[in-house]
């Protein structure tokens, strides 16, 4: 019975998934030169960031705030702030979080942004 529902659990989830299964996802970091909160999440998230599932669903992709946007991506209003954390599928906007006020809020937010994107599964498969 346990593998049974592990499969259907698995199953469910690749559905749920298969809609950005082949979409270009990743996660843009704005940033700039001197940006402490920038230096900060440097510090305490960049190490692991490719580690977790976030960080192998959408790989960082670092732009200058100064510099041109790339013209392969759109933001849905203009960057202000530094950091600024875009999630991107297929180089347009999903969602994003302005400033970086610790570890902790920062997995918690970009957690609930992949959920509500449909890029990750909850730990508790609801």
């Not at 600024?84 to 920062?106: N, Q």
Request: with cysteine.
């Amino acid at each position: 019975m346990i593998r049974i529902r592990a499969f259907l659990f698995a199953f469910v989830a690749l559905i749920t998934l298969s809609g950005h299964a082949m979409a270009d996802v990743s996660l843009i970091m704005v940033e700039e030169k001197g940006c402490v909160w920038c230096a900060r999440w440097n510090e305490e998230i960049a190490p692991i960031y490719p580690k977790t599932q976030a960080g192998k669903t959408a790989p960082l992709r670092r732009i200058d705030i100064k510099a041109e946007t790339p013209s392969d991506l759109s933001f849905k209003r203009s960057l202000r702030f530094t950091p600024t954390f875009v999630l991107m599928v297929d180089g347009k906007e999903i969602s994003r979080v302005e400033g970086y006020p610790g570890e902790d809020f920062f997995w918690g937010v970009l957690e609930k942004m992949m959920f509500d994107a449909k890029l990750m599964v909850p730990p508790n498969g609801s």
